[in-house]
């Protein structure tokens, strides 16, 4: 579509440079038959170099190509007004514009409310702890949590307070869909307080594309999607049983940072020799759930009675398997996970994940596209 749209635009720009040029008799422009006058000739000149600002500006897939789409699109439908008889059908064209102008604006405003968000999740972190995880540090934790703390890595560094990762994406939106959709996410975390924010962009189908946004502050989670950034079509916050949600997907995500083990906010409680339960309770929301090991303290999987959304009366079990782990920035993670729900009729894995880039206690926000 974005092809597509950058040809339309670049010959609807390259029809007025020709109302330039007949306006300065440089050459014959047959499809306006009245006269164009120099001063409109300056009109159709700069509604080219608008239109062409434009699409250079959706080639670099800038997120501010519609502010100079909606101009040149307004001048150009004054334009067309003025010669009528003969430019009518330039009408069409700029409605397409115009609604495609809609979506990316929708896009913008979307980024820009994220990134709002963000940046106050960051300012909120106490990003100044200087604590360095020791041994003594593990002795509360259950052995099977110190040989992971210890297999990974953490031992010897500073306590994590934030994080920005990036994530490759495949998602099946129904137990019975068989094709995946592909994505790519962007996430952000802090330890103190914990909480996250995470974004994705999918693709549902070659017309159709996707945005979401999860996050996790106060205790309290939210979830959205949009279809094409415009229709909502989930909007859940506000609930006990979200919150309780993200406060158990924030859980089982501190396998991407371990020394959030140590929060305040999370006990731990020995189950066997390679598994233990880790309960986190903040501002008033409570969830727990298991993390198994293998003997030499290596994440296996995440367990927990989990609900799927509101609407759920009771929680359904959810697991997070690790598919391969690697050191990444001195710490050893799962990069490749995949989330399954437990159903009546069976296991339903409805994601894949594969981490493409993790930074710890990055100072400030990072900008980045994806």
Known sequence: MRIALTILIGIHGLIHLFGFLKAYGIAEFNAIAQPISRTYGILWLVTFLLFAVTVI?????????????LIASIISQ???????????????????????????????????KIKTERIILFENSASKNKEIVTENTLVDLPQIVQKWLTNSGSVGKQ?????????????????????????????YFTVDPPAFNWSITTEMNPLLSAVGRDKFVGGEGEMTIKLLSLIPV???????KINQASLQRYLAEIVWFPSASLSQYIKWEAIDDYSAKATMEYKGTKGSGVFHFDKNGNFEKFVAMRFKDAKDTEPTEWMVTAIRSEAL???????????????????????????????????KMPVTKH
């Open 57 to 69: 500006l959706i080639f670099v897939h800038s997120d501010y190509w519609w502010l100079s789409g």
């Open 78 to 112: 004054v334009l067309i007004l003025n010669y009528w008889s003969d430019a009518k059908f330039g009408t069409v064209v700029n409605i397409i514009i115009l609604f495609a102008i809609i979506l990316g604006y929708s896009s913008f405003n979307f980024k820009q």
């Open 159 to 187: 306590k994590v307070s934030n994080i920005h990762l990036v994530q490759e994406l495949q998602l099946k939106l129904k137990p019975e869909q068989t094709e995946w959709n592909k994505g790519t996410a962007e996430q």
């Open 234 to 240: 989930a909007n859940a916050k506000n609930e006990e």
């Open 329 to 363: 920035n001195g710490i050893k993670i799962p990069v490749e996970c995949e989330a399954s729900w437990i159903l009546e009729n069976g296991k339903w894995t409805w994601l894949n994940l594969k981490i493409t880039h993790i930074a710890y206690d990055v100072g």
